[in-house]
Nanobody, 115 residues
Framework: QVQLVESGGGLVQAGGSLRLSCVAS????????MAWYRQTPGNQRDLVAS???????SYKDSVKGRFTISRDNAKNTVYLQMNSLKPEDTAVYYC?????????WGQGTQVTVSS
């Protein structure tokens, strides 16, 4: 059974930093593309950043230069380093694991950025 567990969310002041972690179990982690999404109340989940099994990354325009996605296959973990946080980054952040037509989601972690 595949399980994704996010951690690292919290309350931070604008301009601060947080690092989110997502630990995967039950899958061959190194084969999967990983991504971070975020969602605010009443809105759909938006893709924030993604990383392929080979390590190629892509980012939502509004987080380029501030957020960094990385993965440690030895630890079955994907990270999202978030710097220079802004109030508009406030959301529930979810990680997603994808291989072909199969995807799995974590339960989410709340990030709140105060102004």
């Amino acid at each position: 059974q595949v399980q994704l567990v996010e951690s690292g969310g919290g309350l931070v002041q604008a301009g601060g930093s947080l690092r989110l972690s997502c630990v995967a179990s039950g899958s061959i982690f190194r084969l999967y593309a990983m991504a971070w999404y975020r969602q605010t109340p009443g809105n759909q989940r938006d893709l924030v950043a993604s990383i392929t099994s080979g390590g190629s990354t892509s980012y939502k325009d509004s987080v380029k230069g501030r957020f960094t996605i990385s993965r440690d296959n030895a630890k079955n973990t994907v990270y999202l380093q978030m710097n220079s946080l802004k109030p508009e980054d406030t959301a529930v952040y979810y990680c997603r694991e994808t291989l072909g037509g199969t995807s799995y989601w974590g339960q989410g972690t709340q990030v709140t950025v105060s102004s």
